[in-house]
């Protein structure tokens, strides 16, 4: 019987801390692996990637065995969401090689995730009917876009663990190109050993 995998990760956000390890284990999921261990994420400000990444990505990695292994989720805000990625990919590997890398970088916002399945929201009390935004990894501003299709403010370490429950992956998958790169990277990391 094989081992577990073990996804471990680093978030930016508040709201990636809970929401996260609920997305990968869904994803995971659909993918035929009903079985994922996803530890709490390490969050860690993108400012503060010079002086503490080497450090966050030791301490993530310690219970990554023989599957799995380490995924960093941040924001591409401005920057080139491929560049970001292979940048930091790059880097990593200096600090880790015990264990499979990923990074996936969400274009401009980890909302814009959300607004990829947005019709899938719908279910959730704070969320009313709308159309459909036409290419959800262009907006700027996409937890503003998020918020006013909602009747409540929105709030990161609310409605991110709650929306990441509830939104259509496969749909994620179609609509959004960075939504597709985490959905590449988890299933890279599943299909690892070390």
Known sequence: MSE???????????????????????????????????PNPWRLDRGRYASKLADTARAAT??????????VVLDADDDCPVSLAEELRSTM??????????VAVACREFEAW??????????????VPGDEVADPD???????????????KYSPTLHQPAFAA????????????SFRHLDTALSRLLSSST
């Open 4 to 38: 577990t995998p073990v996804i471990a990760t680093i978030v930016e956000g508040h709201g990636e801390v809970k929401a996260l390890p609920v997305l990968l284990r869904r994803m995971a999921a659909e993918r035929g692996h009903a079985h994922i261990d996803v």
């Open 138 to 152: 262009a907006p700027r501003g996409a937890k503003e876009l998020l918020e006013r299709r909602m009747t409540s």
């Open 62 to 71: 310690k219970r990554v065995r023989t599957s799995g292994g380490l995924l």
């Open 166 to 177: 509830m939104m259509d992956i496969r749909v994620a998958v179609e609509r959004s190109r």
């Open 93 to 102: 590997a200096a600090y880790v090689s015990h264990c499979p890398i990923e």
């Open 114 to 127: 959300f607004l990829a399945s947005l019709a899938s929201l719908h279910r959730h009390r704070d969320v």
